[in-house]
């Protein structure tokens, strides 16, 4: 429970924020069952990981931001512009084969990203207070999003190269130079 500002007094966070709060505890639950094992990457958990994060993405880019921005009389939430270069690098990270470079990437960039999203000042918290009674409809919307399909990784120099400069647009610099740990010369 969050501390409300006016009052003092502890508050739930919004149906809108629990919903994707919680979304973010099953990914970093999948992600870590992934890695659980040092040697051996459960790809199983790996792929499960990978569909969620890409469906998360797609809900918040066309279901949330954009309901709060016609909420907002046009005007997007402050944070947008950064959510979505996280978003573009973290899907560009997700079309390689995970590797340890890959992966701490991808959980560097989520530990700033699902900080600026959550708790009682998150972007979460500020949509649902632009979208006030509409918030239930985008819940809703929330909960029939559709899966993602989902393609084949790919491992080709022109794919790395584009990881990396989604990541490093994003502003994730020394992630984006530790990728492939210097293998693609």
Sequence with gaps: MFDHPDRGMPRAPGLIARFLADDHERLDDLLQRAL??????????YAAFRRGLL???????????????RANGGEPMPQ?????????????????????????AIRSILEVHN??????????????????GQATAVLEALRAAP????????????????????????????????LWDGLDG
């Design 115 to 132: 900080r600026i999203e959550e708790g009682p000042d998150g972007v979460y918290e500020a949509c649902e207070r632009v979208l006030g």
């Design 55 to 69: 469906k998360h993405i797609s809900m918040e880019e066309k279901i949330v931001l954009p309901a709060a921005q």
């Design 36 to 45: 659980d094992d040092r040697e051996v990457m459960d790809d199983e958990a």
């Design 80 to 104: 947008a512009p950064q959510l979505r270069l996280d978003h573009g690098a973290l899907a560009a990270l997700l079309v390689p084969p995970p590797s340890p470079s890959v992966v701490a």
């Design 147 to 178: 899966e993602v399909p989902v393609n084949p990784h790919s491992d080709t120099p022109l794919v790395r190269s584009a990881t990396r400069r989604a990541v490093q647009r994003a502003g994730y610099r020394q992630e984006a130079e530790g």
